[in-house]
Nanobody, 115 residues
Framework: QVQLVESGGGLVQPGGSLRLSCVAS????????MGWYRQAPGKQRELVVR???????NYADAAKGRFTFSRDNAKNTVYLQMNSLKPEDTAIYYC?????????WGQGTQVTVYS
């Protein structure tokens, strides 16, 4: 069983920045596929960024150049640094992990970008 706990969401003006954190429970953290998804009101959940089992990092087009994924294996934590935020980035952001083919999700953290 993997538990994921996100933090770091909030209110920010366009052009601002936020850093989301996700602490994962359990062992062998360094081998897990991890990532971030988001869901805006009235829309389906969509990929923001995720790693692959080979260690690559894949960003959605909307995140490229503005968002950065990182992980600290010693702290069992992954991060999403979000810069140059836009109103269309407003969504609930979910941390994701895949362990042996099983998907796990955090509870989500709200990000609101407002003028």
């Amino acid at each position: 069983q993997v538990q994921l706990v996100e933090s770091g969401g909030g209110l920010v003006q366009p052009g601002g920045s936020l850093r989301l954190s996700c602490v994962a429970s359990g062992s062998i953290f360094s081998r897990r596929v991890m990532g971030w998804y988001r869901q805006a009101p009235g829309k389906q959940r969509e990929l923001v960024v995720r790693t692959t089992s080979g260690g690559s990092i894949n960003y959605a087009d909307a995140a490229k150049g503005r968002f950065t994924f990182s992980r600290d294996n010693a702290k069992n934590t992954v991060y999403l640094q979000m810069n140059s935020l836009k109103p269309e980035d407003t969504a609930i952001y979910y941390c994701y992990a895949n362990e042996l083919g099983i998907s796990f999700w955090g509870q989500g953290t709200q990000v609101t970008v407002y003028s």
